[in-house]
């Protein structure tokens, strides 16, 4: 068993998940793995069953329904935190996020000292995105722009989905008073781990867009970390 767990959330993920899943399992570093899945209708967490059999360190968790990126991630720090992991990341299950950028979020947090490391798309405001289009690339790139101006945290790609918390930093925060569970999560996260006065570190990577399955990106998700912000920024920058 690994100190370490990366969570991947899916719903209809077949075309990607077995392929992300031997990714991780082939680097040179040992990781467990848990799936959060949200009851996909595409089988997902069949193909993630049938894996276990193969991997003693494949874990699912299954939800019952499909009610937002955020309260699956929230539902695996629960998880995570009950087994003891001592770091827990988060990963897409597309290949948006470089399996091998994995060891450089970890040795961010256990040889350089962070308590929470960021993949960072936009880190020192050098983009680093592929094949997006031009309108979400500016849209979330800006984006991450607002929410630095709006709440004036330190952190370059406040929006990314690829990171490393110590567990005690996930400990620290009230996890059921997590409001939002879609983009504006991830933002919510770093605050409130800013705000507790963790020490965080951005970690180059470049983020690819997915080639198979589906985006779950939406303009409901977007208006969430829009305004959300604003919400935030008028109740005072709540911890």
Same mark, same amino acid.
């Not at 009950?82 to 290949?95: P, R, T, V």
């Not at 970890?106 to 020192?124: E, P, Q, T, V």
């Not at 991830?186 to 800013?194: T, V, Y």
């Given at each position: ?9 899916? /719903? $209809? ?5 077995? !392929? ?11 990781? #467990? ?12 967490? %069949? *193909? ?8 003693? $360190? ?18 695996? @720090?629960?998880?995570?935190?009950? +087994? $003891? /992991?001592?770091? *827990?990341?988060?990963?897409? !299950?597309?290949?948006?996020? $470089? ?31 592929? #094949?997006?289009?031009? +309108? ?18 330190? *952190? ?5 989905? @690829? ?10 925060? =009230?996890?059921?008073?997590? +409001?939002?569970?879609? /983009?504006?999560?991830?933002? =919510? ?7 507790? %006065? ?7 990577? *470049?983020?690819? #867009?997915? %080639? =198979? ?17 604003? +919400? ?8």
């Amino acid at each position: 068993m690994s100190n370490t767990l990366v969570i991947i959330p899916t /719903y $209809n993920e077949k075309e990607n998940i077995e !392929a992300i899943i031997k990714a991780v399992f082939s680097l040179e570093m040992q990781f #467990d793995i848990l799936v959060v899945d949200d009851s996909s209708p595409d089988g997902t967490s %069949k *193909i993630v069953s049938t894996l276990q059999q193969q991997f003693s $360190n494949l874990f699912l968790e299954i939800r019952k329904e499909k009610n937002g990126l955020g309260a699956a991630y929230i539902h695996g @720090f629960k998880w995570a935190l009950k +087994k $003891n /992991y001592d770091y *827990i990341i988060e990963m897409d !299950a597309d290949f948006s996020h $470089n399996p091998k950028d994995l060891i450089h979020l970890y040795n961010a947090c256990a040889i350089d000292g962070a308590d929470f490391s960021i993949g960072s798309r936009y880190l020192n405001n050098k983009i680093n995105v592929v #094949d997006w289009d031009i +309108k979400r690339l500016l849209l979330s790139y800006f984006a991450s722009k607002y929410v630095k101006i709006i709440t004036q945290i330190p *952190i370059f790609d406040t929006t990314a989905g @690829f990171v490393c918390y110590k567990s005690n930093v996930l400990r620290s925060i =009230e996890l059921d008073k997590i +409001k939002f569970v879609g /983009y504006a999560f991830q933002i =919510e996260m770093k605050f409130k781990a800013w705000k507790r %006065k963790f020490k965080h570190k951005e970690v180059s990577v *470049i983020f690819t #867009d997915r %080639k =198979e399955g589906t985006s779950k990106m939406s303009g409901s998700i977007i208006s969430e970390a829009v305004f959300g912000v604003i +919400k935030m920024r008028l109740q005072g920058l709540p911890k």
